[in-house]
Structures are given as C-alpha cells and as structure tokens.
C-alpha cells in the first residue's frame, strides 16, 4: 500500500536544479474505470512494471524490475497514454521528502510534488509547506493516468 497527498505547485521551488532528479518516461498499458492501471516507467537505466488500484490517499501498488528488452516490446502499446517527466527529490521536515515532477511536451508548465507516508496518522498530522501550493489528493484530473490520456486539466 502506498499512502501518498498531492500538490500542484504554483512556483518553481529555489534551488530545484541543485536537487537530486531524474527524467523519467511513463506509460500505461492498461487502464481500468475503478483506479486499477498497469504501466511501465523507464528512469534512467531502470526499468518497471507497477500495477495500482483504488485512487484516492491509500492505493495498493505491487512493482517489478523489467529487462530492456521486455519494456521495449510493451512500450508501443502505451502509445497515446503517456507522460515524460523530471522528478526531484525535495527534502522536508520530519525525514519526510517531497517528490516534485516539471513535466515536458503537451504538460509543459506543469509541476506537482507527491509526499508519502508511512501511515494514514502521519498523513493527517503532515503540515504542508507553503511553497507545496494546493492540495490535489484524490482530484483524478492531476493523476498521472488521467494527464498522460487527457492531457493538462
């Protein structure tokens, strides 16, 4: 299970490009109406398949490593449901650490962060920095699915 809020920056933070990042081009294979998805994600020289259910702040998620060859064949089948992004590692109080996506072609000037927690508490008790914007957790518009078929919200 991964327990994760949302937020859509309004900014570019200071210093972004002095963090650590990574471009990573994601696509989804398969997409079902209840939350369920089935993607690969190249980040790097990595390579995954992740299958998600439910939406919303508590989703299941299972993931495993793919070799080059079989992301390859599956990568033409996610044409059309796609999205390329750089990822930043922001790090927050608490050990906590802010996941912030600038995303390329068609989302151009868009940027969310994903912050994680260990449990539903610790969610609840997260006090977001100003700079993090407006919370979007559970809004399907700014799911990474919904913004790789559908474009910007």
């Not at 992740?50 to 070799?67: M, V, Y």
Request: aromatic letters at 8%; hydrophobic letters at 35%; zero cysteines.
């Amino acid at each position: 299970m991964e327990i994760e809020r949302k937020f859509v920056l309004a900014a570019r933070p200071p210093d972004l490009d002095a963090r650590e990042h990574a471009r990573i081009e994601q696509g989804y294979v398969a997409l079902d109406e209840n939350g369920t998805e089935v993607r690969v994600r190249r980040k790097g020289d990595t390579r995954v398949m992740t299958i998600k259910s439910g939406s919303g702040l508590t989703r299941g998620e299972e993931e495993w490593p793919l070799e080059p060859d079989r992301f390859d064949a599956l990568w033409p089948l996610t044409d059309g449901r796609r999205v390329v992004k750089t990822r930043y590692l922001v790090p927050l109080e608490d050990g906590l650490t802010a996941e912030v996506d600038v995303y390329e072609d068609t989302l151009e000037g868009l940027m969310t962060a994903e912050v994680e927690f260990a449990s539903e508490p610790d969610s609840d008790a997260f006090a977001a920095p100003e700079w993090l914007g407006r919370e979007v957790t559970g809004d399907a518009r700014y799911a990474n699915r919904t913004l790789a078929v559908s474009g910007p919200p």
